[in-house]
């Protein structure tokens, strides 16, 4: 598995991983048979997650990288839009077949997921407005606007953190906590020796928090590989 | 030498107009100013080498309460002024606020003082019975630094770039979304003149990574963007910025198109040719040139290292991908250099096109030893030196270089060492 929490290894203890790196990476060659016939939803899977991973990873810190965060979220974008599939999601017993419904619970799935990360980034517009550093303002004259004092940073930790509530298991309950405990609650942050998150093989991971918000980001992805019930219908709770 | 947490680590590294100083930043915000001594008669084969000149804390960890956040001390730029007296010049920032800092030469000191005596206490004036003329005598050269300006408050998102206009009495600062613009001689205020902040932060796609004044036109001003493009602005043009007056984009190879085609499109660094008339940008694989005139394509481009490219999902992984490498031109703009892994650095020779892979490393660069070409083994035939792409260092980047802007020295930052090398003769180049 090529999941990992970002942290850099040297060329060599990739060796190993060789192996993987080419599994993994067959999904961009047009020529291997595999690709083909494979859903490509199964096949960047293994990618999304992973930027999934990054994505949560970057809004975790108290001043994100703007840069790295755009970055992470326009990639993800593209492989979400790869993954749109023409024919058909893994087989799964309650998956309709009708492409109709499988784009549209992937534009729905999409719209979540832009509004869930629009969320985040108004989040992070709102806070600029926080803490005004009293300065004059700049004479008429000189061209241009001035900025007088322009609000500092990004990101009191205690907003944002709640703020990607819903991207992790607790929803909104994390915005009222003192200590945002989510990071430990999520299994999203299970211990490397554990493994990484559960794929959406091994069941939605929401069955252990019944509160949680219907357009988070780990329903997308159950819905997305067709794992979770689908006539289950969207709306709070369970 | 180790430092705790590594607060040693170079991030910038920067020659002043005339190459006789060397400045470099690092992770702990110290600056270290390098002289190079000048030539001896006594051992001419002795060309100038750089010896340290002076050492100050330029910012320190600020703590902002209301946000919870710490700001770090790394120096992520240094920009020199050009000299106007005696003194030097330089502007250091880190995430949030820019210094000035002057850096003036004492080597004489005043004696004879009729009120103080040598130490400087007070005489009893009933001892003074003549006055005389303090006489200034030498005394050992003692290098005074200080801190002349604190630009603070400018930024919201974090400082990226600096660069003095040719009027040597403005500067302006970018950090991810917007560019100030600030008068050296006024630290309350700023003129914003790019603002990419959209409306909705949701509509965020894009990114400033880089800014730099053009070097003769002090209206002409470009920056690049984390998609690959380039903006020229005109400060004549429009108070505001926002609208370009050249955009220079190159159109995305359809037969290298990946998910990660975005992201090694960031261009990491921009850089204004001596001439004035040409772009050097460096994204994640390359390193491009563009004509001012021409704005569909670069007119020349060069790969780093292509053999990363079909390793880009693991360096997607390991976040590789996301590192930020500069790009520098040499005094006649005919050879450009850039870092890359395993503390490699590469040149590429504009003229004859021919290419350079060298190695800032202790084990390879005692003093005066010829630097060896290095080759990178992607496959296929393996020579006996060349290093297999599998068994690259990638904790190993070079990142940070320097161009002295005259002569054919270089200095190269690597992690915590600073390595300057001086060309006698043209390297090899293969």
Request: proline content about 6%; aromatic content about 6%; hydrophobic content about 35%.
């Amino acid at each position: 598995m090529m999941l990992s929490k970002g942290l850099k290894r040297k060329r060599e203890e990739e060796e190993e991983e060789k192996e993987a790196l080419a599994v993994d990476a067959w999904w961009l060659d047009p020529s291997h048979p595999a690709v083909a016939q494979a859903p490509p939803a199964v096949a960047s899977s293994s990618l999304f997650d992973l930027s999934v991973l990054k994505l949560h990873h970057s809004l975790r810190q108290s001043e994100p990288d703007l840069r790295h965060l755009v970055l992470v979220v326009n990639t993800l974008r593209r492989i979400q839009a790869s993954m749109v599939p023409t024919a058909s999601l893994p087989p799964v017993p309650s998956v309709p077949a009708a492409p109709g419904m499988a784009d549209n619970l992937l534009a729905s799935s999409d719209a979540a997921l832009s509004a869930s990360m629009a969320s985040l980034l108004e989040d992070l517009s709102h806070i600029e407005g926080l803490s005004q550093a009293p300065q004059p303002l700049a004479d008429e004259g000189p061209p241009g606007r001035p900025t007088g004092g322009a609000p500092p940073g990004l990101g009191a930790l205690d907003l944002l953190g709640p703020a990607t509530g819903c991207l992790l298991d607790d929803g909104l309950e994390g915005l009222f906590e003192d200590i945002d405990t989510s990071m430990y609650d999520s299994e999203l942050w299970a211990p490397a020796s554990e493994g990484l998150k559960p794929g959406p093989e091994d069941g939605p991971v929401k069955e252990q928090a019944p509160e949680l918000d219907e357009a988070e980001l780990d329903y997308l992805m159950d819905v997305l590989v067709g794992t979770q019930a689908l006539e289950r219908p969207p709306g709070p709770g369970r | 030498v180790g430092g705790r947490g590594g607060t040693d680590i170079i991030s910038t590294v920067e020659f002043n107009h005339t190459g006789e100083l060397l400045a470099t930043g690092d992770k702990g915000g110290r600056v270290v100013i390098f002289q190079r001594e000048p030539e001896s008669k006594n051992t001419p084969h002795s060309q100038g080498e750089y010896d340290v000149y002076s050492t100050f804390q330029s910012h320190e960890p600020e703590f902002d309460y209301l946000k919870s956040l710490e700001i770090e001390e790394k120096i992520n730029k240094i920009k020199w002024l050009p000299q106007q007296n005696a003194a030097h010049s330089l502007l250091s920032t880190n995430d949030k606020t820019i210094k000035l800092w002057k850096i003036t030469e004492r080597d004489k000191r005043p004696e004879g003082y009729n009120l103080k005596d040598e130490e400087g206490k007070l005489k009893d004036l009933s001892t003074v019975t003549s006055l005389q003329v303090p006489v200034l005598k030498p005394m050992d050269l003692m290098v005074e630094v200080s801190p002349r300006r604190v630009f603070a408050n400018g930024h919201t998102y974090h400082i990226n770039s600096i660069s003095v206009n040719s009027d040597c009495e403005t500067y302006m600062s970018a950090d991810d979304l917007r560019i100030n613009l600030w008068h050296l001689a006024i630290t309350d205020r700023s003129f914003n003149i790019v603002d990419i902040k959209p409306a909705n932060m949701e509509d965020l796609t894009e990114v400033i990574t880089a800014s730099e004044f053009h070097p003769h036109h002090c209206n002409l001003f470009v920056y690049s963007s984390s998609k690959g493009s380039l903006r020229l602005c005109d400060m004549r043009a429009a108070a505001l910025c926002d609208k370009h007056s050249k955009l220079f984009e190159e159109p995305e190879d359809p037969s290298n198109r990946s998910f990660f085609s975005e992201i090694i499109s960031s261009v990491s660094d921009v850089k204004f040719s001596h001439s004035g008339r040409y772009m050097l940008t460096r994204d994640y694989l390359t390193v491009k040139v563009w004509d001012l005139n021409m704005e569909a394509r670069p007119i020349e481009t060069y790969q780093v290292h292509d053999y990363l490219r079909s390793k880009l999902c693991s360096l997607y992984e390991n976040d590789c991908i996301f590192d930020k490498f500069e790009c520098a031109w040499n005094g006649s703009d005919s050879v450009i250099m850039t870092g890359a892994y395993n503390n490699f650095f590469r040149m590429f020779d504009r003229n004859t096109k021919r290419d350079v892979t060298l190695e800032a490393s202790r084990e390879s660069s005692k003093p005066r030893a010829v630097l060896k070409p290095r080759r990178v083994c992607a496959g296929g035939k393996r020579r006996r030196d060349d290093i297999s792409v599998d068994s690259l260092d990638f904790t190993k980047k070079i990142l940070h270089t320097a161009w002295h802007p005259a002569e054919n020295i270089i200095a190269i930052a690597a992690t915590n060492n600073l390595y300057i090398f001086q060309d006698k003769v043209s390297s090899e180049m293969h």
